[in-house]
């Protein structure tokens, strides 16, 4: 699977989007993913629902013919592949972009070029970093109990830390969610996630939804 590389962004520049952007749902039990489009033999499959029982959900970035060109939810970061388009649903993407940046402990939401919101951030600690990259908010859930460190939201996001193959009995995937320790943010506080206020946390996850890219640099 090919993977890209992110340029640096600034907290005055918005994320240029790709030319082509859509969510792509998974559509069948198991989304097989190629490394070219028309390839005979797949190089992996997701399993639809995922293991956190949410649906499967890709960032699609280009289209030919009868295929999808995703951003992956997998190891290594940054990999995108092919899948079938007749494997997948395509929807829009609202055109909100997340830019997290890590130096300045900040988030900023931009709607096309436009600043919606701008927020300080918890970020990963010295010994587990928050990983640097593309993604996209491959699910979601708003919590019932907003007194534990999650907070009231949990936004997955497609990256993966570089320190931690597991973490809670999961894979290591990051997230941007909210907090019970408010006090502690903006700071180098967590195991690579990206920690928000709770009101913060709970107005971007009202504006944006699954599939809103999300870049996070230094």
Partial sequence: MAVERVPKATSTTAPKPPEYRRLAWG???????????????????LENPTVERQPLAFLAIGKQDDWVQVRLPVRPNGAVGWVRASDVRLAEVQAYRVLVEVGARRLTLFKGDEVVMQEPVGVGKATTPTPLGTFYVDAMVKLSNPNTVWGTYQMSVSGFSNVLDRFMGGPGQI??????????????????????RNAAITKLAELTGIGTPVDIVA
């Avoid at 997230?175 to 990206?194: E, K, R, W, Y």
């Fill in 27 to 45: 559509a069948v039990p198991k989304v097989e993913v190629f490394q070219a489009p028309g390839q005979p033999a797949a190089v992996g499959a």
């Fill in 175 to 196: 997230a941007i969610h909210g907090t019970n320790a408010p006090q502690l943010i903006p700071g180098d506080i967590s195991n690579g996630c990206v920690r928000m």
